[in-house]
Every structure is written in structure tokens, then in C-alpha cells.
């Protein structure tokens, strides 16, 4: 592999870290909003649509970090 290669890696790996903590915020956030009851529920849907949007993000970017192996 060369240089390029595991800089792109690294940056990707960097990217998938960001992504998972950004989920987990809006996991977080949620939580709180239909903890409190009185929450906007098209602001909770919007956030729900943002955390989905995240881990299909980061499942693409996974993968892109998996070796193709043909068996």
C-alpha cells in the first residue's frame, strides 16, 4: 500500500470517528427531547432523519475501508 493510500485510510478512519460521535450526540439529543414530552415531534423526526442520513455514512465509509477479498 502506499503512502497516498494509508493517508486516504487514515482520513477515512478520521472521518468514521467524527461521524459515530456525531450519531451518538444526536442519539443523545433525541433521548432528551422525548425524555422532557413536550418536544417538537417534526424536530425530532428531522433529527431521526439525520442520525439515519450518519449511519448510512459511516456504513459506506466502512466499507470503503474493507479489502476486497474475491474468494
Do not use: C, F
Not at 422532557?36 to 431521526?48: E, N, P
Request: charged share 30%; no cysteine; net charge negative.
Amino acid at each position: 500500500m502506499n503512502d497516498a493510500s494509508e493517508i486516504d485510510m487514515s482520513a477515512t478512519r478520521a472521518e468514521v470517528a467524527r461521524l459515530r460521535l456525531e450519531h451518538h450526540d444526536l442519539e443523545t439529543a433525541i433521548d432528551a427531547l422525548v425524555a422532557v414530552g413536550v418536544a417538537d415531534q417534526l424536530q425530532i423526526q428531522r433529527l431521526k432523519k439525520r442520525k439515519l442520513l450518519l449511519r448510512d455514512r459511516i456504513a459506506y465509509l466502512e466499507d470503503q475501508l474493507t479489502p476486497d477479498i474475491i474468494a
